[in-house]
């Protein structure tokens, strides 16, 4: 009995480090083999497939799509508390990385703190996250990830992922799916 205990302890104390959460977890590798796949994943049960302007993503039945020209919004249900921005843009070299980094520069959110801006792989092709926390005018606590991504080719899309902080995990495979399932369309 002492034996686990004292093993109990021990992975607790490995498994909690400082106590500090990392700002980003690495991707698990069923989520990097996706993210380097070039074809879209199956839409998943419980998810259905929503049209956008020039593309097709999978999000969980319930969820409403606006669009305004170039840009679709899509809005949880109201206990999701996330809204997608998709709009389109131009292929850049970088993957986008040095678009995003100049709207980081622009500023114009209450205490912005960077979690990441890099490069990253999607779908083979070479892309952009930028992920952040800020705070509402109101001051909710808030947490987003745009991933630029040039996929077909001639477009590119910014996806924007911009929710409560607060429900940043409860979320996570609701973003994992959208990217995973989201295609341009022919």
């Known amino acids: 009995m002492a034996v686990a205990v004292v093993a109990g302890a021990v992975v607790l104390i490995l498994t909690s480090g400082s106590g500090e959460t990392p700002p980003a977890a690495a991707p698990s590798p069923a989520s990097a083999a996706a993210e380097q796949a070039s074809e879209p994943s199956p839409v998943p049960s419980g998810f259905e497939e929503l049209t ?10 319930g969820w409403k ?6 840009v679709a919004t899509f809005n949880g249900p109201k206990d999701s508390n996330m809204r997608i921005v998709v709009e389109k843009a131009a292929p850049q070299d970088d993957g986008g ?19 990441r801006l ?29 991933r630029y ?38």
């Open 97 to 115: 990385l040095a678009e995003l980094g100049e709207q980081e520069a622009q500023g114009g959110r209450e205490n912005y703190i960077q979690v």
């Open 149 to 186: 991504a040039a996929l077909g080719g001639t477009s590119a899309y910014k996806i924007v992922f911009d929710l409560p902080d607060l429900h940043w995990d409860d979320q996570a495979e609701t973003r994992k799916v959208f990217l995973d399932t989201f295609q341009p369309n022919a």
């Open 118 to 146: 890099q490069a990253v792989k999607y779908r083979g092709t070479q892309a952009a996250d930028w992920e952040y926390t800020y705070t509402t005018p109101n001051g909710i606590p808030m947490h987003a990830l745009t």
């Open 65 to 70: 799509l606006a669009v305004a020209g170039d």
């Open 52 to 61: 956008g302007p020039g593309f097709t993503a999978a999000l969980p039945k």
